[in-house]
């Protein structure tokens, strides 16, 4: 630890009035330069705000400098002009002027001949054997099988349709003997197939509630003989699978 010894002048013979105005002396001197620094630090604070505050005037003249019309920059070596690069030039024959090779004459070709209808049926019929079709060829009978339009497709079988079926003719089912006397009412959903021509083909119940009283059976036997107008797909009729749901009710219940 560093001690700091502040010597008095006239130490030792010092009494209370001189030391009064020794510490009053330089208390007033302190506080003098402290007034000065606090005043130099605030002035300059004041005097950057008002420099930054000020506009700065535009210059009286601009010069516009095209770079194109500079000169190339000083050389660094202190050369006027800079030293030209040897390169070495290709050595290259002169052209020869090329011969021309005589070419094979382009021949035309012929005309197509273009067989007729005569002639196309004599070259089909002498590559049939008739001997293979199992006869002499007199006579000679080939047929090709056709699908039938009226196949009724399997159950659920999507077909494509832009219009449905439309009912033209319904016949009310008649209402089982078994459920009419306990006076049960009944709902039977019936699959069923309609074709081109809007009859009702194929039949069945799929849901019945409840079952086992006679509502399928007279449900399915009253849409056989339903009529409808076909579905049509692009303005042509085609079969489709429909589903309807048929409900009974008792009269008077």
Do not use: C
């Not at 005097?47 to 000169?71: A, E, H, K, Q, T």
């Not at 050389?75 to 070419?103: H, M, N, R």
């Not at 306990?182 to 194929?202: H, I, L, M, S, T």
């Amino acid at each position: 630890m560093t001690t700091i010894a502040f010597h008095m002048p006239n130490e030792g013979h010092l009494g209370g009035f001189e030391i009064r105005r020794f510490l009053q002396k330089y208390m007033t001197v302190g506080l003098v330069v402290s007034v000065l620094v606090h005043a130099l630090a605030v002035g300059s604070y004041y005097f950057v705000l008002y420099m930054m505050s000020r506009d700065v005037p535009p210059p009286s003249r601009v010069i516009y400098l095209d770079p194109s019309n500079l000169g190339p920059p000083p050389s660094l070596s202190g050369e006027d002009t800079a030293p030209a690069l040897k390169i070495a030039q290709p050595k290259l024959a002169p052209p020869a002027a090329a011969i021309p090779k005589p070419v094979a004459e382009d021949v035309a070709p012929e005309e197509p001949q273009i067989t007729s209808q005569t002639e196309l049926s004599d070259i089909l019929n002498s590559q049939v054997d008739p001997l293979a079709l199992g006869g002499s060829g007199e006579n000679l009978d080939i047929r090709q099988e056709i699908p039938q339009d009226d196949v009724i497709p399997d159950a659920g079988t999507f077909t494509p349709y832009e219009q449905a079926p439309q009912i033209v003719t319904r016949v009310q089912p008649e209402y089982p003997d078994m459920a009419k006397t306990a006076e049960v009412d009944g709902k039977v959903v019936v699959q069923f197939y309609v074709d081109k021509k809007g009859d009702v083909k194929k039949a069945k119940a799929v849901q019945a509630k409840p079952s086992g009283l006679g509502f399928e059976e007279a449900a399915v036997a009253a849409v056989l003989k339903w009529k409808f107008t076909p579905a049509l797909q692009r303005e042509n009729p085609v079969g489709v699978w429909v589903a309807y749901t048929i409900n009974f009710t008792v009269k008077g219940k």
